[in-house]
């Protein structure tokens, strides 16, 4: 269990400051991951995964917005069941938009959660605590999909 609980790291896919801003802190102040490595749009998200300086690991969930510059949200997340290390990948879709269009294409795409971000602070906070608890403390990832 050692192992599991040392590699705890987070990619949160996030262009908008705001946002960013407070799904760090929420992360941060409960200690839900040990590193959160943060990419502005989709194709530097891409580059964080696949390109020639990807991760040293694969972090244990993705936190994916889906209004991104460059390689939207739903791109990224096609790349990442396309490919086999990345299909098993926990992708928590975080997003404002509440369109059955993102939500059923997100789901159908592979998306492991579709969470509306809450407006007011508190819940925002809320949201991104609960979700880091159960990605990262309470599911057990397919044998795949551990670290090795």
Same mark, same amino acid.
């Given at each position: 269990?050692? +192992?599991?609980?040392?590699?705890?790291?987070? &990619?949160?896919?996030?262009?908008? +400051?705001?946002?960013?801003?407070?799904?760090?802190?929420?992360?941060?102040?409960?200690?839900? =991951?040990?590193?959160?490595?943060?990419?502005?749009?989709?194709?530097?998200?891409?580059?964080?995964?696949?390109?020639?300086?990807?991760?040293?690991?694969?972090?244990?969930?993705?936190?994916?917005?889906?209004?991104?510059?460059?390689?939207?949200?739903?791109?990224?997340?096609?790349?990442?069941?396309?490919?086999?290390?990345?299909?098993?990948?926990?992708?928590?879709?975080?997003?404002?938009?509440?369109?059955?269009?993102?939500?059923?294409?997100?789901?159908?795409?592979?998306?492991?959660?579709?969470?509306?971000?809450?407006?007011?602070?508190?819940? @925002?906070?809320? =949201?991104?605590?609960?979700?880091? @608890? @159960?990605? &990262?403390?309470?599911?057990?990832?397919?044998?795949?999909?551990?670290?090795?």
């Amino acid at each position: 269990m050692g +192992d599991a609980m040392s590699s705890r790291l987070i &990619l949160l896919v996030e262009d908008n +400051d705001d946002d960013r801003l407070l799904t760090l802190r929420a992360l941060r102040e409960h200690r839900v =991951a040990n590193e959160v490595v943060v990419a502005e749009d989709g194709a530097q998200a891409l580059e964080l995964l696949f390109g020639p300086m990807a991760l040293p690991e694969l972090p244990q969930l993705v936190l994916l917005d889906l209004k991104l510059p460059r390689v939207d949200g739903l791109e990224v997340l096609r790349r990442i069941r396309a490919d086999p290390r990345t299909r098993e990948l926990p992708v928590v879709v975080l997003t404002t938009s509440r369109l059955d269009r993102d939500i059923v294409d997100s789901y159908s795409l592979g998306a492991n959660a579709y969470v509306c971000k809450p407006v007011e602070f508190g819940e @925002f906070i809320s =949201a991104v605590q609960t979700l880091g @608890f @159960f990605w &990262l403390l309470l599911n057990v990832p397919p044998e795949s999909a551990r670290s090795p």
